[in-house]
């Protein structure tokens, strides 16, 4: 049945049961961006990319009862509770994850070209539709369906359920990439989605354990993303071990596992800096302004900024994004320095001859270490001594992975979260994937969108109390869930 914007049965979104045409929509060839694009290229002696991360977090608190509480956006909570701290930000937060399908429009009918990434999680897109802000889904659908701005809006993939990739493990992250896609597709459609080429990994968390992170790549490649974005200090020079030479040219990750194979994938690297007062004030334009181009793979190129931020948090993206926003993309319009997004910067690339062999190549931060001591291909034991080495002997050295700040950890001080999230993931393992449960069985549906939510970041990234416990509720009614119904 149809429920607002979104089909569903038994109120669960559109997550599996349709993994064949998502796979095919994303293997079409030939590009999906370039076409398109009014951007003269060759002209430029920079660009800039700008991207926006959205996320709300569901969470048990539609009633007074932890445990019989109705799954709800966290949103909606913030709307009917906005006399609680920040929740009066509630109608803010709504408007900005509408707004861009305001601003985009309004830029177009003036004659300019903007430019914006948008990557919105899974549920964030259920908890509006079940709340009923419809609106905000039209708005997106008329930027993702409309010719008149399919140039200027780039939808970027991420996990469904806003889980961080070095603590989730490899085989339900890749049912969060695929759930993402095929729940974008209902709501927009495959052709929509068929334009859907980059990835951004939730809190830009990326796994520097050798055979994570060769997972990691290998779903990003297998689901049909051609790139993903990298924050600069997570990433390593591969050889060297040293920092990035030139963070503003796209890069080639090299993800090598313990038994020496190897996958790749183009990085977008993401500089270092205050995420939303970057974006907020639209940095990447004036740092993007005082650079030139460069030689890849034999040909010059324009060097590329980008950065991505939260799309609603802080006074600054609240407040200050929007007039910049339409400021710059006014200003920028048809300059030597034009707003761009990545996937179109890529294929012009491709249309020079450069591809991504002829990129600098990455891997992980820390993963040289482990190659100085262990032979290529070693294995699964070779690699674990290696890291116990490092361990006892590197200072600093850890295989948490890294992401957009390094002083907060996804693992340490969460054992009491983790351990339900991995007895859950297990339990989905044993009785739904390897017992061959079909993936269009509304049981196999309902309980991998519980086990999805149990994985959200937001239950360890706001420290103890109240979020741990929404987090092991969650686990609590997942197992109960895979114990009862298979």
Request: with cysteine; glycine share 8%.
């Amino acid at each position: 049945m149809m429920t607002g914007t979104e089909t569903t049965v038994d109120r669960l979104p559109a997550i599996s049961g349709n993994e064949a045409a998502i796979a095919e929509t994303m293997a079409a060839p030939g590009p999906v961006a370039l076409p398109g694009s009014d951007v003269d290229f060759g002209a430029a002696k920079s660009a800039f990319a700008s991207a926006l991360h959205m996320q709300q977090p569901l969470i048990p608190a539609g009633g007074s009862d932890l445990r019989t509480a109705e799954v709800i956006s966290n949103l909606k909570y913030m709307m009917d509770h906005q006399d609680i701290g920040d929740n009066h930000n509630a109608p803010v937060f709504e408007w900005c994850y509408r707004r861009i399908g305001e601003f985009v429009p309004q830029l177009v009918a003036e004659g300019k070209s903007p430019r914006i990434m948008l990557e919105y999680s899974g549920c964030l897109f259920h908890g509006l539709v079940q709340m009923g802000a419809g609106e905000v889904i039209e708005a997106l659908r008329l930027l993702a369906t409309d010719p008149r701005y399919q140039r200027c809006v780039e939808f970027l993939g991420a996990p469904w359920g806003h889980a961080v990739a070095p603590s989730t493990p490899v085989q339900d992250y890749r049912l969060h990439v695929t759930a993402w896609q095929q729940h974008f597709a209902d709501l927009f459609g495959r052709e929509a989605l068929s334009r859907v080429r980059g990835f951004s990994p939730s809190e830009m968390a990326l796994p520097n354990h050798p055979d994570v992170c060769y997972e990691f790549v290998r779903t990003l490649k297998d689901c049909g993303y051609r790139w993903v974005l990298v924050q600069e200090h997570t990433v390593e020079q591969c050889e060297s071990g040293a920092p990035l030479g030139y963070p503003h040219v796209p890069h080639r990750l090299v993800a090598r596992n313990s038994r020496g194979e190897t996958a790749a994938i183009t990085a977008i690297i993401k500089t270092q800096g205050s995420d939303t007062k970057l974006v907020a004030q639209m940095q990447p334009y004036f740092e993007a302004k005082g650079l030139s181009r460069v030689e890849l793979g034999g040909r010059e190129v324009p060097s590329l900024v980008s950065q991505i931020a939260d799309g609603e948090n802080g006074g600054v993206m609240m407040n200050e994004f929007p007039d910049k926003f339409l400021e710059v993309m006014k200003e920028a319009s048809g300059t030597g320095t034009p707003p761009v997004n990545a996937t179109e910067y890529l294929e012009y690339l491709d249309t020079l001859g450069v591809s991504e062999e002829d990129f600098p190549a990455i891997q992980p931060l820390m993963q040289q270490r482990i190659w100085n001591r262990m032979p290529d291909g070693g294995g699964p034991e070779a690699l674990a001594k290696a890291i116990e080495s490092c361990e006892r002997e590197d200072e600093p050295f850890h295989m948490d992975g890294g992401s957009w700040t390094s002083d907060i950890s996804w693992v340490k001080g969460y054992d009491h979260v983790l351990q339900p999230m991995e007895e859950a993931s297990a339990l989905f393992s044993e009785k739904v994937l390897e017992a061959g449960v079909p993936s269009t069985d509304p049981r196999y549906r309902n309980a991998l969108f519980h086990l999805l939510m149990t994985q959200t970041s937001c239950y360890r990234y706001w420290g103890e109390g109240l979020w741990t416990d929404y987090g092991r509720e969650l686990c609590r009614r997942t197992i109960e869930i895979l114990r009862h119904d298979f």
